[in-house]
T-cell receptor, first 110, second 112 residues
Framework: KQEVTQIPAALSVPEGENLVLNCSFT??????LQWFRQDPGKGLTSLLL?????REQTSGRLNASLDKSSGRSTLYIAASQPGDSATYLC?????????FGTGTRLQVFP | NAGVTQTPKFRVLKTGQSMTLLCAQD?????MYWYRQDPGMGLRLIHY???????AKGEVPDGYNVSRLKKQNFLLGLESAAPSQTSVYFC???????????FGAGSRLTVL
């Protein structure tokens, strides 16, 4: 059974810092991995999708990497801003299912 | 382009009552999913569908039923609501090829 873990559960940083969020999964036979952002009381917004054959994806200040063999992905946020404050979730796809981690709650203070 | 629309957004039920949550997508997506989100437990998959007329069980299917009679709609039913089903429910959809999930805004259900 696929299990997805995200560490840390919560993170508070000053504005401008570069930071890394971690995601690990137990079954390396994945099709892809997706990172989402969730604002309080809102739905999820897709940030980056990495296919199993890819090593990383970039979008603006966000960079996600994937090491399938070790069961790890990282989300790198450069020059963090208060507007980045949200919960970040990773999810891995095994066949038809997308299994989520419990998320990292990020607060960026001015 | 509305994307994924969930109705209702809020609902309060008494134990034993039944209700249906409706998810509608206008992106011609094949795959549709129902998740529940509870504090400290992340999103857990309830049921999903890989195409019109198909449904399959996810991680936590007990107490729920689903139907996908039309490609654009995915219904989640609670036949006899229990307090343990108090949660925020999210519907999502994806095309079979791109696999990027698009989520609805959520439906907050409280069972008293």
């Amino acid at each position: 059974k696929q299990e997805v873990t995200q560490i840390p559960a919560a993170l508070s940083v000053p504005e401008g810092e570069n930071l890394v969020l971690n995601c690990s999964f137990t079954d390396s036979a994945i099709y892809n991995l997706q990172w989402f952002r969730q604002d309080p009381g809102k739905g999820l917004t897709s940030l980056l999708l990495i296919q199993s054959s890819q090593r990383e994806q970039t979008s603006g200040r966000l960079n996600a990497s994937l090491d399938k063999s070790s069961g790890r992905s990282t989300l790198y946020i450069a020059a963090s801003q208060p507007g980045d404050s949200a919960t970040y979730l990773c999810a891995v796809r095994n066949t038809d299912k997308l299994i989520f981690g419990t998320g990292t709650r990020l607060q960026v203070f001015p | 382009n509305a994307g994924v629309t969930q109705t209702p957004k809020f609902r309060v039920l008494k134990t034993g009552q039944s209700m249906t949550l409706l998810c509608a997508q206008d992106m011609n997506h094949e795959y549709m999913y129902w998740y529940r989100q509870d504090p400290g437990m992340g999103l857990r998959l309830i049921h999903y569908s890989v195409g019109e007329g198909t449904t399959a069980k996810g991680e936590v299917p007990d107490g729920y039923n689903v139907s996908r009679l039309k490609k654009q709609n995915f219904l989640l039913g609670l036949e006899s609501a229990a307090p343990s089903q108090t949660s925020v429910y999210f519907c999502a959809s994806s095309s079979a090829l791109a696999n990027v999930l698009t989520f609805g805004a959520g439906s907050r259900l409280t069972v008293l």
